[in-house]
């Protein structure tokens, strides 16, 4: 009979046995792995553990029968459609990374009011079931998102991002005039208004810098290049909001809503640098054909 043992792969080396556990069995509650890991009832190699533990390949992870053999329920089926947008959508790719343009309204992954985000999508793919996602992008925004091929790749993305050595350039229509470049530099905290996690101008919270380089003004709007050097939540949207020039269609930050426009928020992921490459994901439609209909 099998017996209730996860066998760690390469694609896992390294990583913590909690996220391990949890990407292995996501509808089981975080606080429900915790207990059974100080209950002893989860082992590394027939030994006690914590949740902090590092695995390495081949490790064996023995954990209690049910959590091994219990069947995932409720698992929601990815239309055909959808992943065939977010394959055509690929950028770039080698062996350790995948550069996507995602789609606004299509969260990166699985959240309130949405059982698919594009990790999911591509983890039902057989050549990409162990990609994972190098960072984030808001669900209204679109553009460039990188995926790793593996956990080694994954590291030394997420070093590259602390050294501040991947660097992001985004587009954004902003309402207002912006005559020169500003760099904003405001600490930003997270809170919850009306139930939207949000970003807030706050001295006590996290350092945030962001560069603003106009690049067109129209009938009192801006094209711009906007490029973070810090990577804060709601960041770039946050910082508009404080020039007093928010997002064109970014009600959350100040904007005015425009729910006739095709998309929501008008801001762009458009290019983005690491490991001596440069990638750039197509500038939507929508925006050229927002500039086109702005009044002289």
Not at 92 to 102: G, P, Q, R, S, T
Request: proline share 5%; aromatic share 8%; with cysteine.
């Amino acid at each position: 009979m099998t017996k209730p043992i996860f066998t760690v792969d390469t694609y896992s080396d390294g990583q913590r046995l909690d996220n391990y556990l949890r990407k292995q069995r996501k509808h089981i509650a975080t606080g429900q792995i915790y207990k059974l890991i100080r209950k002893g009832q989860v082992r590394i190699n027939g030994k006690r553990c914590q949740p902090s533990s590092k695995l390495k390949t081949n490790d064996q992870v023995r954990v209690p029968p049910f959590m091994f053999f219990e069947e995932v329920i409720d698992k929601q089926p990815v239309s055909s459609d959808l992943s065939s947008s977010l394959l055509a959508a690929v950028i770039a790719e080698d062996d350790n990374y995948l550069v996507l343009n995602k789609p606004a309204g299509i969260p990166v992954h699985t959240g309130t009011g949405h059982t698919h985000g594009v990790i999911e999508v591509l983890q039902q793919q057989s050549h990409y079931q162990h990609v994972l996602l190098a960072h984030r992008l808001d669900v209204v925004t679109s553009g460039c998102v990188v995926l790793a091929k593996s956990r080694p790749a994954l590291l030394d993305f997420q070093t590259q991002l602390r050294a501040r050595q991947v660097k992001k350039t985004y587009l954004a229509l902003l309402e207002g005039t912006l005559n020169v470049p500003v760099t904003v530099k405001q600490n930003l905290a997270e809170t919850r208004i009306n139930g939207l996690k949000t970003a807030v101008i706050d001295p006590s919270g996290k350092v945030a810098e962001t560069h603003f380089e106009p690049q067109k003004i129209k009938a009192g709007f801006s094209q711009v290049l906007c490029s973070p050097v810090t990577g804060r939540t709601h960041q770039i949207r946050a910082h508009a909001g404080y020039l007093q020039c928010p997002i064109v269609g970014d009600s959350q930050y100040g904007g005015s809503q425009r729910k006739s426009l095709p998309r929501a928020v008008y801001l762009h992921a458009w290019q983005i640098a690491f490991n001596g490459l440069c990638f750039q994901a197509p500038i939507p439609h929508e925006f050229e054909q927002f500039w086109d209909v702005v009044d002289c």
